[in-house]
Every structure is written in C-alpha cells, then in structure tokens.
C-alpha cells in the first residue's frame, strides 16, 4: 500500500493505479506507440492502454520478449489488439528503420509514448559513439517522435482527435550536471557521473516536449507534447547498481510505487479527458507538478532540440 496519500485536482494521487485513472475511458480507435513495453511500467502501461480498448505497438529491443509480452496480454484479454516491433534506441539507424516500417504501415498513430529508458550505466558509447544514457533516454525519442510526427499530424486531422506525445522523464531531472546539458562534454569520460548523466537524459526529456509543445502551439497542430515523472519504483532499471537494488528490493514496498502505480500516471497522461488541450506541462502523480528552472528555460530547451538535430545529422552523415 502506498505510505502517501493526497488527492490533488484530478482527484488521483500517488497510491493511484493505471486501471484506476482509467477506469472508464473507451480508448476503442485509438492508436499507440509504447516504447520499452516489455517490461516494468512500460509493459503495465501496454495492458492497461489495451484493456481499454487501445490498438498498442509495443517498441521493444529485444522482439522475443515483445512477443512474449503480447502473448501475455491477449490471454489475459482475448480482445486485446496489440503487436511487438523492434526498436534499438540507443541506434539511429534502427530507430528510421522502425519509423520507416510503421509509417508505411498504413496505422494511424495517436498517441506516442515514449517510456524505455536506462538508468545509471557505467560510462558507455552507443552504436553511433554517443554517450548511452544520452543516445538512449534522449536522441532516440527526439529522433523518433519527429520522423513519426506527420502521421501523427494526418491522424489528428483524419480523426478529429487531439493527438498525444509524452516523455516519461523522472524526479532526477532536478539533479543533472551543474550546467544542465554539457553541449561540449557529452561524450567526457572523464567527467562523467553515472546519476548526473542520467539525470541530464531526463532533463533533456522535459526541454523536448516543452520545446515541441512550443513549436505545435506556433503551427496550430492539434497534438499536446507533456512530461512526466511516474514515482519511485522498484525496476531492473536498478540493475547496475547491487547495493541500491538490494536496498530497493528489501523497503521498496514501504517507499516506493508498485509497478501499477508507476504506471497511473502515463496513462492518466495519454487518455483522461482532464488533459485535453494541455501541452508542456510536467505531470507527476496525475497531476501537473513543478519542473526545475532548468527544465522551464526556453532559450536551454531550443538550444537542446538544435544540437540534438545537429548531433543525429552528424551521426547519419558518417
């Protein structure tokens, strides 16, 4: 049971769960990308979204747990309508490969929501020699939501729909590098910090969409682009760090959220009707939360989406 309790003005709060926020809502002829669906919140927001009637393509890495996933949820729910495909964020390449598939697919797509993500890794480079918390958690759902972002444009149209776009950010926004994006230092080794990396990853999450709000707002496109933070939970995102996933493991569930609470917020996000025509706003606890003033500066958030253009155009080029 979760230790806190206070219901805010969507009348949810922490102890909430996805089948909770939703319960309801009649997501029949919609249309969602769920990215990292194969596990943890990613997979409770795939079943949740389908139960509802949603048409979910889970996005996953590793396709045979994607199909495995699938399996589970159509047996838990033989009406379910949802399907795997393979996408490698960390991979530039693999992330046009999926967009390029989906797009000529023929699918509509209204609501993309772009979950997975890596925690706290050692120092790596991605595939494309990117720094991995970077290339995973931030360039390849800024890549990603903008090759999708004309179909979802056509469905909102085709539809009559608001179109929905959300970054699962996290609390850890607040605690990036001194500098917030360290533009000149993101591949620095020897400057890196495992929690700080992470933390800019998130941050950057949240200047996206605020960012991307701005620019749908300009272009009068009826598509909201939000953030969130889901809450404290227990995951195998705690996976390279033993002492704190043991720690984790042993009061977790006195402290933090169950994966069903983790989950409540996302789809609050992607499906309640209290969001309608809100964008670039940062949710947490189904309810819109404070941001850090670094998340909240529009001159950090356009210079983000420039070098982020930038560094995958660089990338594709080599």
Known sequence: MWWFERNDLSG???????????????????????????????????????????????????????????????????????????????????????ATEFNSSGLPLNILINNAGIMATPFMLSKDKIELQFATNHIGHFLLTNLLLETMRRTALECKREGRILNVSSRRHKFSYKEGIRFDKINDQSGYNCLSAYGQSKLANVLHMNELARRLKEEGAKLTANSLHPGAIYTNLFRHHSFVSALASLVGKYFMKNIQQGAATTCYVALHSEVKGKSGYYFADSNIAEASSQANDPNLATKLWNFSSDLINKHSNV
């Not at 939703?22 to 769920?34: K, M, W």
């Open 12 to 98: 949810f709060s922490a102890s909430s769960t996805a089948e909770q926020v939703t319960e309801g809502i009649d997501g029949s002829g919609l249309t969602a990308i769920v990215t990292g669906a194969s596990s943890g919140i990613g997979f409770e927001t795939a079943r949740v979204l389908a139960l509802r009637g949603v048409h979910v393509v889970m996005a996953v890495r590793n396709i045979a747990a994607g199909n495995e996933v699938q399996g589970t949820i159509i047996k838990e729910n033989p009406c379910a309508k949802v399907n795997a495909m393979e996408l490698d964020l960390s991979s530039i390449a693999s992330v046009r490969k999926f």
